[in-house]
């Protein structure tokens, strides 16, 4: 079945020659239905959320609860265990905090040698300060993490849902099997996985999940933290401000119930706004016609590289297993000069370490170039991919 869905997105609709914009893996682009969400928002009911009693604060509060309520369908959970945060990165660091706040000197925390940056240095932060260990999983040379035994102090095992360089898929039912042996947590860091459909939480048995809006088609500056309704209630907040407490004396606080105690401050409502409304839209899309539509371009893109000497994909080089993001080495030729090259023929790519050194150290590799796809992308894309591909190359080698 021919997917098209481009022409829901503007800026890839514009008048003048066509944009190849394979770099959904860093910022995705954004369909109408959300900025007519955001739209409606910031010009109909523009106002703080919760504590205001004028007509447009109550909108404003009411759009907000939807879009949590939203969010909560796109991930089968209930609307009180979403959390909203300023992105991915802040919703690791907050279980690194509030989570971490519960564990001893001692107690482990497993992560692996692919994660992103964001899911490596909150842990190794808390690990400064409270005592705890971290550890890692190993890579195989497919850029897939090993499942293995993990020790019995392991308290969390925070691993990425989708490799943000390899597109390996993370083997859940193995690691959840595993860390539920030794009594451990789960966290995952969805933010590669949740542009590609829905995510049925309660099905992968984990504790935690995590993603950005940006990612999923929605304005930066939001994101999502997903826990157990147990686990937010044990845990302490983080952030201390307005809007997350029961009650304030000069003694000390009272935190109020969850969501609400970890959303201090003012939340990024019209981000929460936008980002309702993509889930939503997300729902409601035939994901089998789109997945196998994203399988099949990722194959021309992993055949046409293995087919270029002097090319290697790093990760794995068949479709079992992996989601639209291909990662490669071109021999004697800098990640950052090919993004130049490829940019001067319309195609939008991502040159550099993506935030995995650990992962890239493994490869002896400084950076790789990544093409990151979306549901919105087309055969023309990979076309203008492998023509820009072909001039980077005569160019640079």
């Not at 690194?96 to 692919?114: R, T």
């Not at 021309?300 to 068949?318: E, N, S, W, Y």
Request: glycine share 10%.
């Amino acid at each position: 079945m021919r997917v098209t869905l481009r022409r829901h997105f503007p800026l890839l609709n514009q008048t003048g020659p066509r944009v190849a914009y394979l770099d959904s893996g860093a910022t995705a682009q954004t369909p109408d239905i959300v900025l007519d969400a955001v739209r409606a928002f910031e010009t109909g009911a523009r106002a703080n959320v919760k504590r205001g009693v004028h007509r447009l604060a109550e909108a404003a509060t009411e759009a907000y609860a939807n879009a949590r309520a939203q969010i909560a369908t796109y991930l089968s959970v209930p609307a009180e265990e979403i959390v909203f945060t300023s992105g991915c990165t802040a919703a690791i660091n907050l279980v690194a905090n509030s989570f971490g706040a519960l564990l001893k000197p001692g107690d482990e925390i497993a992560v692996s040698e692919l994660e992103h940056h964001s899911n490596i240095v909150p842990w190794h932060m808390l690990a400064a300060r409270s005592g705890v260990k971290v550890t890692f999983l190993p890579v195989d040379g497919q850029g897939r993490i090993v499942p293995q035994a993990l020790s019995p102090r392991t308290k969390l095992v925070a691993l990425a849902h989708v490799s943000n360089v390899t597109g390996a898929v993370l083997d859940v039912p193995a690691i959840v099997a595993e860390a539920k042996r030794v009594g451990a947590r789960v966290l995952l860091d969805g933010a590669q996985r949740t542009p590609h459909g829905p995510v049925d939480i309660p099905a992968l048995g984990v504790d935690f999940y995590a993603f950005s809006g940006h990612k999923t088609f929605a304005p930066h500056g939001v994101g999502v933290l997903w826990a157990r309704a147990e686990l937010l209630d044990a845990m302490p907040p983080f952030l201390g401000g307005g809007e997350m407490i029961a009650s304030v004396t000069t003694q000390g606080f009272t935190p109020a119930k969850a969501p609400a105690k970890f959303e201090a401050g003012t939340p990024p409502i019209s981000g929460a706004i936008g980002l309702g409304a993509a889930c939503e839209w997300l729902g409601t899309l035939d994901w089998a016609a789109i997945a196998a539509h994203e399988l099949r371009l990722t194959g021309r893109l992993l055949d046409g590289l293995r087919a270029i000497d002097g090319v290697t994909v790093i990760g794995p080089q068949g479709l079992q297993g992996r989601a639209p993001v291909v990662s490669f080495d071109l021999a004697g030729a800098h990640p950052h000069d090919i993004c130049q090259i490829m940019d001067r023929h319309g195609v939008a790519l991502r040159g550099g370490h993506h935030c995995a050194q650990p992962l890239h150290a493994k490869f002896d590799l400084a950076g790789t170039t990544r093409a990151s796809l979306a549901l919105y992308c087309e055969e023309d894309d990979i076309d203008l991919f492998f023509a820009g591909l072909a001039d980077a190359k005569r160019v640079l080698t």
